[in-house]
């Protein structure tokens, strides 16, 4: 017997709903908000989830990631009444298992329920898969579990993958992985960079050469492809390989078979082909800079890497692993990080993804090398004025008649505190200096704008803050805050 939610808005609905999936003999609960609905999701036990799209609180989409951090998710089946490409889009990149428009017919529900719940038992009869080795992958965010669950999957099977990332983004650390947990483990794993050999060595470097096939080839080379024989062939950047030799592995691709520059037999390879690329190779195949047959055969899987600024809760786990590895490179004593660089680091955009954010740990490590403890001033200087105009960025700087005076409005008294700094220095402050000043302010603000809302009771002002009278006082005396 399953479970099924209904959140549905209509009240109708959800009674309709309900007992059509009673009179097939499964329990049915609804909820007809955003909040009372995404409740009963996190605290159910359910294995299937019909959700409306449009809630009187929210967007029903937006209860789908929720649903990512439960033991078990609920499979779920969108249903709305108008429909969006788009919508359905996001609905299935969260893992969707189907989207219905309404009106809805008994016939056009029982079928994918009864199939999601066919799919449900099949699961439960499974034999858990054992763990998939992260070899050095570091996060438990929601991004990058979902990225392991795809890469454990595709490393089930023998499919050409593609993976897709930004610079930066760790894409060779994936395809490693994906390959120490294949069946093809403990045979070669081949790198192509294929940014980085020259175009006129492209070819002999992938399929190898006989000795006098060209100037220079005073010795036989066998290629990489042959190198990769049994194992994984991993092209990094795959985008940059040239369109000439993008004809002929497509040919090598389906047939496992080449010959090498100037031979006259042909050579059999059994290898696996991942791939990686920061471009959008759909763009390129549209604009002929990609084949679209290749790139068809490329990503019969595709996995996308997910950028550092999608997941900062990473940070604080990838922070120390990076450093251990400085630390053993430059044999360095470790260290530990004060509140304000760790502040930094988090709440910076890591353009560069974890390459970058690794280059800068080793920056601070290294220029700090006897100091036991990092704090923000040992962070790169560019990239300490990045973050503070990063910062500054987001506060406006225009005035109007009835703005608040700077000590109560706090956007107003970060630019005030950072404009004294500069006519005080003429650069930017010193980070704890700064960060101890706008507290400093943020404090008075709140406390003024407690009172006010408490309507100058102290008693209620504790009600409203959680705090207690004595902490209360000491605030209010510290900043001669008073009602006149």
């Known amino acids: 017997m399953a479970n099924v939610l209904i959140i549905d808005d209509n009240a109708p609905t959800c009674e309709a709903l309900g007992e059509l999936v009673r009179n097939i003999g499964h329990n049915a609960e609804s909820a007809h908000t955003y909040a009372d609905g995404l409740s009963r999701a996190l605290g159910g036990d359910f294995d299937v989830l019909f959700l409306d799209v449009r809630l009187p609180d929210g967007n029903g989409l937006d209860i789908q990631p929720h649903l990512k951090n439960l033991p078990v998710p609920p499979e779920v089946i969108i249903m709305t009444g108008a429909g969006d490409p788009d919508g359905a889009e996001l609905a299935i990149k969260n893992g969707a298992w189907d989207y219905l428009q309404k009106p809805l017919s008994p016939k056009k529900i029982l ?175 549209e604009d002929g800079e990609f084949r679209e047959d290749l790139l068809y055969r490329l990503c019969a899987v595709t996995i996308q890497i997910p950028p550092l600024r999608e997941r900062p809760e990473d940070i604080d786990a990838l922070v120390p692993a990076l450093a251990e590895r400085i630390y053993a490179k430059n044999g360095i004593t470790p260290k530990t990080f004060a509140p304000d660089f760790m502040d930094a680091l988090r709440a910076h955009s890591w353009p560069g993804n974890v390459r970058e954010l690794g280059n800068t740990l080793e920056s601070a490590i290294v220029g700090a090398y006897y100091e036991p403890e990092l704090f923000f001033k040992h962070l790169p200087e560019r990239l300490r004025i990045s973050m503070l105009k990063e910062n500054l960025a987001s506060v406006p700087t225009g005035t109007s008649e009835s703005a608040p005076d700077a000590a109560c409005d706090p956007q107003r008294a970060m630019r005030g505190v950072f404009d004294a700094h500069l006519c005080a220095t003429g650069g930017f402050p010193n980070y704890k200096d700064f960060r101890e000043e706008i507290l400093t302010v943020m404090d008075e603000c709140y406390f003024t704008g407690l009172m006010e809302a408490a309507g100058w009771k102290v008693s209620e002002a504790c009600e409203i803050s959680g705090l207690g009278k004595s902490r209360i006082y000491a605030q209010l005396k510290r900043f001669d805050i008073d009602k006149d």
């Open 111 to 285: 079928l994918p329920l009864k199939r999601v719940l066919k799919y449900r038992d099949n699961l439960r009869e499974l034999t858990r898969p054992a763990p998939v080795k992260r070899c050095g992958i570091v996060g438990d965010s929601a991004a990058i579990e979902k990225t392991m669950e795809r890469l454990a999957i595709a490393a089930r099977g023998n499919a050409n993958v593609l993976l897709s990332g930004e610079t930066g983004s760790g894409k060779e650390l994936f395809a490693h992985a994906l390959h120490e947990n294949s069946a093809r483990a403990d045979q070669p794993f081949i790198v192509v960079d294929c940014a980085a050999i020259p175009a006129n060595l492209m070819e002999s470097t992938l399929f190898g050469h006989v000795r006098g096939a060209f100037t220079g080839a005073d010795a036989p080379r066998t290629g990489l492809v042959k190198e990769a024989d049994g194992g994984t062939l991993f092209l990094d950047e795959v985008g940059e390989l040239p369109l000439d030799l993008q004809k002929k592995f497509l040919r090598v691709l389906q047939e496992k078979r080449f010959r090498p520059v100037g031979a006259q037999h042909e050579v059999s390879s059994d290898f696996r082909v991942v791939a990686a690329t920061h471009r959008n190779l759909e763009t390129m195949a």
